[in-house]
Protein backbone atom coordinates (compact mmCIF):
# COMPACT_ATOMS: atom_id res chain seq x y z
CA UNK A 1 0.00 0.00 0.00
CA UNK A 2 1.14 3.26 -0.76
CA UNK A 3 0.40 6.71 0.95
CA UNK A 4 -0.92 9.12 -1.22
CA UNK A 5 1.68 11.54 -3.37
CA UNK A 6 2.27 15.43 -2.19
CA UNK A 7 -0.02 16.23 -5.23
CA UNK A 8 -2.84 14.14 -5.06
CA UNK A 9 -2.77 15.12 -1.29
CA UNK A 10 -2.79 18.92 -2.23
CA UNK A 11 -5.51 18.21 -4.32
CA UNK A 12 -7.64 16.12 -1.17
CA UNK A 13 -7.19 19.20 0.75
CA UNK A 14 -8.15 21.59 -1.77
CA UNK A 15 -11.09 19.69 -2.09
CA UNK A 16 -12.09 19.60 1.32
CA UNK A 17 -12.00 23.51 1.29
CA UNK A 18 -13.79 23.98 -1.81
CA UNK A 19 -16.86 21.64 0.05
CA UNK A 20 -16.59 23.56 3.71
CA UNK A 21 -16.44 27.10 1.77
CA UNK A 22 -19.47 26.37 0.00
CA UNK A 23 -21.26 25.37 3.05
CA UNK A 24 -23.81 28.07 4.46
CA UNK A 25 -22.25 30.39 6.84
CA UNK A 26 -18.86 29.58 6.49
CA UNK A 27 -16.96 32.98 5.61
CA UNK A 28 -13.12 31.54 5.15
CA UNK A 29 -11.10 28.30 5.28
CA UNK A 30 -7.72 28.11 6.12
CA UNK A 31 -5.33 24.94 6.66
CA UNK A 32 -3.74 24.97 10.10
CA UNK A 33 0.11 25.33 10.38
CA UNK A 34 2.23 23.20 12.58
CA UNK A 35 3.14 25.96 14.41
CA UNK A 36 -0.59 27.02 14.96
CA UNK A 37 -1.23 23.41 15.98
CA UNK A 38 1.72 23.43 18.51
CA UNK A 39 0.20 27.05 20.16
CA UNK A 40 -3.33 25.81 19.92
CA UNK A 41 -2.23 22.59 21.66
CA UNK A 42 -0.45 24.88 24.44
CA UNK A 43 -3.51 27.26 24.98
CA UNK A 44 -5.69 24.11 25.48
CA UNK A 45 -3.61 22.54 27.93
CA UNK A 46 -3.80 25.46 30.09
CA UNK A 47 -7.19 25.36 30.97
CA UNK A 48 -6.82 21.92 32.19
CA UNK A 49 -5.94 23.22 35.75
CA UNK A 50 -9.00 25.66 36.33
CA UNK A 51 -10.76 25.67 39.20
CA UNK A 52 -13.45 23.68 36.95
CA UNK A 53 -10.81 22.74 34.23
CA UNK A 54 -11.66 22.77 30.48
CA UNK A 55 -11.28 19.56 29.02
CA UNK A 56 -10.58 19.81 25.30
CA UNK A 57 -10.88 16.29 23.66
CA UNK A 58 -12.06 17.51 19.96
CA UNK A 59 -9.40 19.94 19.46
CA UNK A 60 -6.89 17.38 20.86
CA UNK A 61 -8.45 14.78 18.13
CA UNK A 62 -8.21 17.11 15.45
CA UNK A 63 -4.69 18.59 16.46
CA UNK A 64 -3.67 15.00 16.14
CA UNK A 65 -5.32 14.32 12.30
CA UNK A 66 -2.97 14.08 9.23
CA UNK A 67 -4.84 17.27 7.67
CA UNK A 68 -6.41 20.21 10.23
CA UNK A 69 -8.13 23.13 8.79
CA UNK A 70 -9.87 26.03 10.10
CA UNK A 71 -13.11 27.50 9.33
CA UNK A 72 -14.75 31.23 10.86
CA UNK A 73 -17.85 30.61 10.34
CA UNK A 74 -21.30 32.75 10.98
CA UNK A 75 -24.34 32.01 12.86
CA UNK A 76 -26.11 30.77 9.74
CA UNK A 77 -23.34 27.81 10.11
CA UNK A 78 -26.14 24.50 10.62
CA UNK A 79 -26.53 23.31 14.12
CA UNK A 80 -23.81 21.07 15.68
CA UNK A 81 -25.45 17.24 15.48
CA UNK A 82 -24.60 16.89 19.69
CA UNK A 83 -23.52 19.75 22.38
CA UNK A 84 -20.22 20.70 22.08
CA UNK A 85 -19.77 21.42 25.87
CA UNK A 86 -20.83 18.98 28.49
CA UNK A 87 -20.21 19.27 32.57
CA UNK A 88 -18.99 15.95 33.15
CA UNK A 89 -17.27 14.40 36.10
CA UNK A 90 -14.21 12.42 35.97
CA UNK A 91 -16.05 9.03 36.69
CA UNK A 92 -18.58 9.94 32.93
CA UNK A 93 -21.40 11.21 34.62
CA UNK A 94 -22.94 14.34 32.85
CA UNK A 95 -23.76 16.83 34.98
CA UNK A 96 -24.98 19.33 32.32
CA UNK A 97 -25.10 20.12 28.67
CA UNK A 98 -25.82 22.78 25.70
CA UNK A 99 -28.19 23.01 24.43
CA UNK A 100 -28.07 23.54 20.32
CA UNK A 101 -31.70 23.96 18.86
CA UNK A 102 -34.82 25.52 19.83
CA UNK A 103 -36.06 21.95 20.26
CA UNK A 104 -33.71 21.22 22.74
CA UNK A 105 -34.48 24.40 24.60
CA UNK A 106 -38.54 23.58 24.24
CA UNK A 107 -37.70 20.22 25.72
CA UNK A 108 -36.22 21.22 28.71
CA UNK A 109 -38.50 24.28 29.59
CA UNK A 110 -40.99 23.10 31.52
CA UNK A 111 -38.68 20.44 33.09
CA UNK A 112 -38.17 20.54 36.89
CA UNK A 113 -34.65 18.48 36.97
CA UNK A 114 -32.52 21.01 35.26
CA UNK A 115 -31.50 24.39 36.13
CA UNK A 116 -31.05 26.91 33.32
CA UNK A 117 -27.19 28.67 33.77
CA UNK A 118 -28.07 30.30 30.77
CA UNK A 119 -30.35 30.11 27.62
CA UNK A 120 -28.06 27.37 26.15
CA UNK A 121 -26.80 25.24 29.01
CA UNK A 122 -28.63 23.27 31.47
CA UNK A 123 -27.62 21.85 34.23
CA UNK A 124 -29.33 18.81 36.04
CA UNK A 125 -30.52 18.56 39.54
CA UNK A 126 -29.17 16.33 41.51
CA UNK A 127 -31.05 13.43 43.02
CA UNK A 128 -30.83 11.68 45.94
CA UNK A 129 -28.64 8.60 44.26
CA UNK A 130 -26.42 11.42 42.78
CA UNK A 131 -26.04 12.57 45.81
CA UNK A 132 -24.86 9.41 47.74
CA UNK A 133 -22.41 9.16 44.47
CA UNK A 134 -19.43 10.41 46.51
CA UNK A 135 -16.81 13.10 45.58
CA UNK A 136 -16.42 13.35 42.07
CA UNK A 137 -13.88 16.13 40.02
CA UNK A 138 -16.57 17.95 37.46
CA UNK A 139 -14.94 19.11 34.37
CA UNK A 140 -16.32 20.96 30.80
CA UNK A 141 -15.75 18.09 27.97
CA UNK A 142 -15.62 20.13 24.40
CA UNK A 143 -15.78 16.63 22.90
CA UNK A 144 -15.20 15.89 19.09
CA UNK A 145 -18.24 16.28 16.75
CA UNK A 146 -18.94 14.73 13.30
CA UNK A 147 -18.78 16.70 10.33
CA UNK A 148 -20.58 14.54 7.17
CA UNK A 149 -20.04 17.32 4.68
CA UNK A 150 -16.66 15.55 4.05
CA UNK A 151 -17.91 11.83 4.07
CA UNK A 152 -18.37 12.17 0.43
CA UNK A 153 -14.23 12.69 -0.16
CA UNK A 154 -13.00 9.03 -0.77
CA UNK A 155 -9.75 9.25 0.08
CA UNK A 156 -10.07 10.46 3.42
CA UNK A 157 -11.29 8.95 6.55
CA UNK A 158 -11.86 9.98 10.10
CA UNK A 159 -13.48 12.94 9.80
CA UNK A 160 -14.26 14.97 12.98
CA UNK A 161 -13.98 18.22 14.00
CA UNK A 162 -13.81 20.92 17.29
CA UNK A 163 -14.58 23.92 18.92
CA UNK A 164 -11.55 25.94 20.29
CA UNK A 165 -11.98 27.42 23.51
CA UNK A 166 -12.29 31.20 23.69
CA UNK A 167 -8.61 32.03 24.37
CA UNK A 168 -8.06 29.40 21.51
CA UNK A 169 -10.54 30.86 19.06
CA UNK A 170 -9.00 34.68 19.90
CA UNK A 171 -5.72 33.01 18.87
CA UNK A 172 -6.89 31.74 15.38
CA UNK A 173 -8.49 34.64 14.53
CA UNK A 174 -5.45 37.13 14.85
CA UNK A 175 -3.66 34.76 13.35
CA UNK A 176 -5.47 34.22 10.05
CA UNK A 177 -6.55 37.84 10.47
CA UNK A 178 -10.43 37.15 11.04
CA UNK A 179 -12.31 40.15 12.54
CA UNK A 180 -12.74 39.84 16.29
CA UNK A 181 -16.78 39.76 16.12
CA UNK A 182 -19.00 37.51 18.72
CA UNK A 183 -20.77 36.65 16.29
CA UNK A 184 -18.02 34.68 14.27
CA UNK A 185 -16.48 31.58 15.29
CA UNK A 186 -13.71 29.12 14.28
CA UNK A 187 -14.50 25.35 14.35
CA UNK A 188 -11.55 22.92 13.30
CA UNK A 189 -12.39 20.22 11.12
CA UNK A 190 -9.39 17.87 10.49
CA UNK A 191 -9.00 14.33 8.63
CA UNK A 192 -6.55 11.77 7.09
CA UNK A 193 -6.33 10.47 3.70
CA UNK A 194 -6.87 6.63 3.35
CA UNK A 195 -4.11 4.67 2.19
CA UNK A 196 -4.17 3.86 -1.72
CA UNK A 197 -4.91 0.20 -2.99
Do not use: W
Amino acid sequence: MALLCGDMQKMVVENAIKIIKSLKGVVDVQELSDEDRKTLLKIESSRKDDVVPVVNEGLDECLKKEFCLVMLKTEEFRNPSKPTVLLVTDKGRILGQELISPEDKKKYADRNDVYFLSNNFIVFKPDTMTRSVGVEKELFLLPSIPFPELNEIKEISNVVSGSPSTMGDAYIKNRCNYPDDPHLATILVAFSTKNEE
